[in-house]
């Protein structure tokens, strides 16, 4: 069982920053996959960035340049730092984890409670 908790969402003005955490549990967490996904009413969930155990980075097009995902094993964290935010990021973001490894969405089996991120026009 991996229980996966998300921080450091909040209300943010076009062109502002935020950075999100993801603390998890368990002894293996440098195993996992990880990632972060969002999603907004009425919109299919979608994948926002991914790092590898190997630290291999994946990123949403519309993200890349302005998002990095990045991981410390040591402290069994993930974060998403975000920069340069536009309205359309807006979005409950949710942390995930992949227990076998692998990176492809559908491998995702642990997740999040969401936090939300509101960045205003």
């Known amino acids: 069982q991996v229980h996966l908790v998300e921080s450091g969402g909040g209300l943010v003005q076009t062109g502002g920053s935020l950075r999100l955490s993801c603390a998890a549990s368990g002894r293996t967490f440098s195993s996992y996959a990880m990632g972060w996904f969002r999603q907004t009413p009425g919109k299919e969930r979608e994948v926002v960035a991914r790092i590898t155990t190997r630290n291999s980075t994946y ?11 990045s991981r410390d094993n040591a402290k069994n964290t993930m974060y998403l730092q975000m920069n340069s935010l536009k309205p359309e990021d807006t979005a409950i973001y949710y942390c995930a984890a992949s227990t076998s490894g692998a990176v492809m969405v559908e491998y995702f089996d642990y997740w999040g409670q969401g936090t939300q991120v509101t960045v205003s026009s």
């Open 59 to 69: 990123y949403l097009d519309s993200v890349k340049g302005r998002f990095t995902i």
